[in-house]
Structures are given as C-alpha cells and as structure tokens.
C-alpha cells in the first residue's frame, strides 16, 4: 500500500464543535506531517512527528491539536476553528524526518461556518 | 530565514513548445532541492529531486548552486503536463514556492 488516506474529505462544523481529522499511512514511514492549504496558495507546514514524537510545532494556535496514536496514525484534533481556518488540510508521510520524499494524502476540505 | 522564489505565477505554452519553470533559493548551507506537481483533482505528488537527477515526463532540473537556482525544462511541452507546480527546498522542513500553474494549450 503506498498511499496515504485522509478522512473525511469534506467537513463541514460550526465554530464551537469539536471534530477531528484522521491520516493513514501503511508505507513503514516514521514521519508524518500536517499541511494547511488556503487556495491558490502553497501548503504551509503545522505539525511535524517524527518517530511518534511531535518535532515541530510551526507556531499553530492551540485550537489545533495534533495526535500521533502510532507509526500509522496521525489525527488533527479541531475545536473552537475560526472562519479563516477553512482550508484544504494535507497529511503527508516520509521515510523520516529531513530530506525524504514525501506523499502526501489528498486532503480534507474544511469548512468553519 | 530560508525562501523559496517562483517568480511566475503563471505560464502559459503551445504545445510542442520548450517550457523553464524557474526557482530560486535563498543559500544556506547544502539545499535539498524538489519540484512538487499537482495535477487538477489529485494529491500533490514528487516530480523530481535534485540529488536523483533523472529526468521524469521528460522533464529535467539542474541545481546552480552560483545562482542560487532549481529551473524545470522541458523542451516539449504537452497539454498533459498542464498543472501547478511547487519548487521545494527541505532542511529538515519541507517549505514551497508560491507555485507556477503551467497551462499547456493545444
């Protein structure tokens, strides 16, 4: 299996529901990512974990929060979202942290009402 | 802090003709340098990384480390290759360009 799934691929919540994203990947990889992607722009880095452990944190607002259950499993745990978090959320893994190729998942499409 | 520059937000070619998408890093230290594509409707995907330097759909990069720059040539454009396409640099985080939407027409 060389593919990385995310589900849902379209959610939809309110400003004070509580939700979460989910990522799989089955390829043996031991770092996992999550992108935020506002359209027509490139996706920008949040969460980093490598080897289960979160890395980086690139300054993400604490309505975000990232879990790593296993190798595996990479959740994006959302509450209290703003309008302006909207996005395209991208999961993507590699081989491990640096200089890896990475694939990425096709996306959850959100969207805070 | 590190950049990645596309200056072109858009490129538009005839079919059959030669394509550069340029890219331009800021230097630090040895670059890890990658061309992302992402073709309407799928997942964002690796074209090409510099420390491979093989040639995929045709398409070629050469890192010049004196100019700071990661171009993406193909000498003949098809209308398959129309797409966005993301330079990259990883230092240990992965950070893209502004991306370049190649439009291909026939």
């Known amino acids: 299996d060389t593919e990385v799934t995310q589900t849902p691929k379209h959610l939809v919540m309110g400003m004070t529901n509580k939700k979460s994203l989910k990522c799989e990947q089955h390829?043996?990889?031991?770092?996992m990512y999550w992108y935020k992607q506002k359209a027509k722009k490139p996706p920008e880095l949040m969460f980093v974990?490598?080897?289960?452990?979160?890395?980086i944190n690139e300054s993400v607002p604490s309505r975000f929060s990232p879990e790593c259950p296993n190798s595996s499993l990479l959740n994006l745990h959302l509450h209290a979202l703003q309008p302006e978090d909207s996005a395209l959320y991208l999961c993507?893994?590699?081989?491990?942290?640096?200089?890896?190729?990475?694939?990425f998942g096709p996306g959850t499409r959100l969207t805070v009402t | 802090a590190q950049r990645v520059t596309q200056p072109e937000k858009l490129l538009s070619v005839f079919k059959g003709a030669p394509v550069e998408l340029k890219c331009n890093y800021s230097?630090?230290?040895?670059?890890?340098l990658f061309w992302y594509v992402q073709y309407s409707r799928q997942r964002l995907q690796l074209l090409l990384r510099?420390?491979s330097r093989e040639s995929i759909k045709g398409f070629t990069a050469d890192l010049n480390k004196g100019e700071t720059s990661f171009h993406l040539k193909k000498p003949f454009a098809q209308e398959e290759d129309s797409a966005m396409y993301y330079c990259?640099?990883?230092?240990?985080?992965?950070?893209f360009g502004k991306g370049t939407k190649l439009s291909v027409k026939p």
């Open positions: 974990y490598s080897y289960e452990k979160l890395s």
């Open positions: 230097y630090s230290g040895s670059p890890e």
């Open positions: 390829m043996g990889h031991r770092a």
């Open positions: 993507a893994s590699s081989q491990g942290g640096g200089p890896y190729e990475q694939y």
């Open positions: 510099h420390i």
């Open positions: 990259g640099r990883s230092q240990g985080n992965l950070i």
